[in-house]
Structures are given as C-alpha cells and as structure tokens.
C-alpha cells in the first residue's frame, strides 16, 4: 500500500464526500456528527483565519514583534482539538491558534505574548484556558513536557479506568521541523515505555522554515513514531472531518489505556514561516497555488452546501468572523506595557520574601530619578 493510499482522506479537494480506503475504518464517528457539529467546525475555521490575518496586519503595522501566520492548517486544527475532551490536557507550539481558541484561550493573550506584554500569554491552570499549557518557540521541548505529565497520569491511575468521563490524555502538537529534534525522538521513548495516554500530532506543513520536509526525511514521517512502537496514522490535514475522526479514536484509545498514537496530519503552511520569513526566496508559485486549490475551508464549505446548508449560515460566519478581527484589533491597540514591577510577580508560585525585597529596591531604584522617570 503506497502512502497515499494509507492516508485517511473523507473530503476530496473539491469537499466531496470520498472517502479513502483507509477511512472506512473511521466513517462510523463522522456519520455521528450532526449538523451542528459540522457547521461548527466550519465557523471555528474562517473565524480563525480571520483572527490570523488580522494579528498578521497587526504584526506589519508595528502593533507585534512577530507573528506566526497558521493560514493553511485551520483543518487539523480544528478538528484535532474538537476532538479532544475537557479533562485532557493541551500542549501546543506556536502556530496552534484554533486550537488554543477552541480550548478557551482568549486570542489576545496570544498578542500579549507575541507584542512583549507577557511573559507566558496565559495562565495554563486558569479553568477558563482549558488545561491548554502556553506556547514554546523552543522547537519540541513541549513533547518533553508533555510526556512527563503523561507518565503522572498512568502514575496517578488517571486513565484507563474505562471511565470515559474521567480517564484524561494528553496531547501535543509539533511540526515537521520540530520531529527531527533530539527532544521528541526522547518523549517518544519514554511514551512508548510507560505507555502514556498521549497523542503526538504532527503537522507536517512542507517547509520547517526554509527546509523542505522531503530533506528532513527519506520516508514518511508517520514511519518515525510506528518505529518506537507507537501506533500511527497518517491523515489529510486539510481534511477536517478526518483529521477529527482520527484523533477522536486516537485520544480514546490512548485515554483508555492503551498507550500512546501519534498521527501525521499532511498539511500545508500557506504563509511565511513567520512575519520575518519570505517564503519566496525558497518555494515556487506553482507549489502554493496547487495547495491553494486543497485549501481547508473552501473543501468543507463545498461540503456543506452539497448537503444543502442554507446560504445565511455562511453570511453569518463572515459577520462573526469580521467581528472578531475587528475585536482583536481595538483591542490589542488598547493594551499598554507592564510595570517594571512584573518581572518578579510569577519566579516562584507562591509569596517569596526575596522577591518582595527585591521588587521593593527596584521601586525605590525607580523613583530616585529625577520625577520619578
């Protein structure tokens, strides 16, 4: 079987319900789906993209230092994180922004990070962030961490109870880039030794910056978690129904029990790397434009009006969409600096009286300048 036809593929790049050999397998937990699940998936998508584009216009307005652009990837996003459950943990990289929405995460606590206002963006133990844990520029160091909460897991006799309401997974996601750093290949290791409740999903968008993923690695990278022993699957990531189907079956199997997946999610990064890239000094037109053609939305749009959705669902996605593009510019423009003060609020997670003398000194420091400047 050619690697193509073991991916598992719902939608044809035209949104036509086609499913591919190997998604036969996974047909039973799409057919489950009602309509409203399925609108949903579409609104998180453009209203995401919409959000992306306006942080991107932010970014060369001078409102940002960076941004990293997820225009492309919206399906494995959305439907990986709407497969997941409350009680599962979240580990992100850097680009997840639907999923970190679709969790709770407010997407100006991105900006914050992204503008220097923050040191992390958001609190991970926040309740209303969803056990979602704050992004990493350090490529692969969260598969790490990842792991090890995992592990506490099957420690801690918090899965594989056959309790669907309170067994919890972990999932991590990393790009194509990222799979060939030592730290992942450990988390691996050590996942399939302890056989950890956790999926490792790779979005696997073609281009770790300027490399292309067919000089990373000679085979397809589904093979390099199925060579520690962990079952993989390699999806269409731009195919949102599949890539929710799989990582629906992937988080319950790992959740109850039966160790860790990991799964491929072939996608594409549609954008620059970040604003600081120009993807047109490595790749052609000819490549962007053949994706463009698969592009996530336009497939799951297609979709939905072959089943007849009516035309004023899609007007309201737009107005929502707008809105929240709107919503995040006000208010991003509206965010100030942080005080010289906040360097020592989050050291240590409890009141430390070092930290209290120090934070004293440096505002007695401060207004020993002449008016206090």
Same mark, same amino acid.
């Given at each position: 079987?050619?690697?193509?036809?073991?991916?598992?593929?719902? /939608? =044809?790049?035209?949104?036509?319900?086609?499913?591919?050999?190997?998604?036969?397998?996974? /047909?039973?937990? +799409?057919?489950?789906?009602?309509?409203?699940?399925?609108?949903?998936?579409?609104?998180?998508?453009?209203?995401?993209?919409?959000?992306?584009?306006q942080a991107?216009?932010? !970014?060369?307005?001078?409102?940002?230092? /960076?941004?990293? *652009?997820?225009?492309?990837?919206?399906?494995?996003?959305?439907?990986?994180?709407?497969?997941?459950?409350?009680?599962?943990? +979240?580990?992100?990289?850097?680009?997840?922004?639907?999923?970190?929405? +679709?969790? &709770?995460?407010? *997407?100006?606590?991105? +900006? %914050?990070?992204?503008?220097?206002?923050?040191?992390?963006?958001? @609190?991970?133990?926040?309740? %209303?962030?969803? %056990?979602?844990?704050?992004?990493?520029?350090?490529?692969?160091?969260? #598969?790490?961490?990842?792991?090890?909460?995992?592990?506490?897991?099957?420690?801690?006799?918090?899965?594989?109870?056959? @309790?669907? =309401?309170?067994?919890?997974?972990?999932?991590?996601?990393?790009? @194509? &880039? $990222?799979?060939?750093?030592?730290?992942?290949?450990?988390?691996?290791?050590?996942?399939?030794?302890?056989?950890?409740?956790?999926?490792?999903?790779? !979005?696997?968008?073609?281009?770790?910056?300027?490399?292309?993923?067919?000089?990373?690695?000679?085979?397809?990278?589904?093979?390099?978690?199925?060579?520690?022993?962990?079952?993989?699957?390699?999806? =269409?990531?731009?195919?949102?129904?599949?890539?929710?189907?799989?990582?629906?079956?992937?988080?319950?199997?790992?959740?109850?029990? $039966? &160790?860790?997946?990991?799964?491929?999610?072939?996608?594409?990064?549609m954008g620059?790397? #970040? #604003?600081?890239?120009?993807?047109?000094?490595?790749?052609?037109?000819?490549?962007?434009?053949?994706?463009?053609?698969? =592009?996530?939305?336009?497939?799951?749009?297609?979709? /939905?009006?072959?089943?007849?959705?009516?035309?004023?669902?899609?007007?309201?996605?737009?107005?929502?969409?707008?809105?929240?593009?709107?919503?995040?510019?006000?208010?991003?423009?509206?965010?100030?600096? *942080?005080?010289?003060?906040?360097?020592?609020?989050?050291?240590?997670?409890?009141?430390?009286?070092?930290?209290?003398?120090? %934070?004293?000194?440096?505002?007695?420091y401060e207004?020993?300048?002449?008016?206090?400047?």
């Amino acid at each position: 079987m050619t690697a193509d036809s073991a991916t598992v593929r719902v /939608l =044809d790049a035209e949104g036509a319900f086609a499913p591919s050999p190997a998604a036969d397998e996974y /047909l039973s937990l +799409i057919e489950a789906l009602p309509d409203s699940d399925l609108e949903q998936f579409y609104r998180d998508m453009v209203v995401i993209r919409a959000i992306d584009e306006q942080a991107t216009h932010l !970014q060369r307005q001078g409102q940002l230092a /960076l941004w990293p *652009p997820s225009r492309g990837q919206e399906a494995a996003q959305v439907g990986s994180a709407r497969a997941s459950r409350p009680q599962d943990t +979240i580990f992100p990289s850097y680009r997840e922004h639907a999923v970190t929405r +679709i969790r &709770g995460v407010d *997407p100006v606590d991105i +900006i %914050k990070l992204m503008r220097g206002t923050s040191n992390s963006g958001w @609190d991970p133990s926040d309740p %209303k962030n969803g %056990k979602t844990r704050i992004y990493t520029l350090v490529l692969g160091s969260q #598969t790490l961490h990842a792991t090890g909460l995992a592990m506490s897991l099957v420690f801690d006799g918090k899965c594989g109870t056959g @309790d669907v =309401d309170r067994d919890e997974a972990v999932m991590v996601y990393y790009g @194509d &880039g $990222a799979s060939s750093q030592g730290d992942v290949h450990e988390a691996m290791v050590f996942a399939a030794s302890y056989q950890t409740p956790e999926v490792f999903f790779l !979005q696997n968008n073609h281009w770790a910056i300027s490399v292309p993923v067919s000089t990373q690695s000679r085979v397809p990278l589904v093979q390099r978690g199925a060579g520690y022993g962990i079952e993989s699957v390699r999806v =269409d990531g731009n195919d949102v129904l599949a890539s929710y189907a799989v990582t629906r079956r992937a988080l319950d199997e790992a959740r109850g029990g $039966a &160790g860790p997946r990991a799964i491929e999610a072939v996608t594409y990064r549609m954008g620059a790397h #970040t #604003t600081s890239d120009d993807p047109t000094k490595y790749r052609g037109s000819d490549e962007e434009q053949e994706w463009a053609r698969r =592009d996530p939305i336009t497939r799951m749009r297609a979709f /939905l009006e072959n089943r007849g959705a009516a035309g004023s669902l899609f007007a309201d996605v737009e107005s929502e969409a707008a809105d929240a593009a709107e919503d995040l510019r006000v208010r991003t423009l509206a965010l100030t600096a *942080p005080g010289p003060e906040a360097i020592f609020d989050n050291v240590y997670s409890e009141p430390h009286p070092l930290m209290t003398a120090q %934070k004293a000194w440096q505002a007695q420091y401060e207004a020993s300048f002449q008016e206090g400047e």
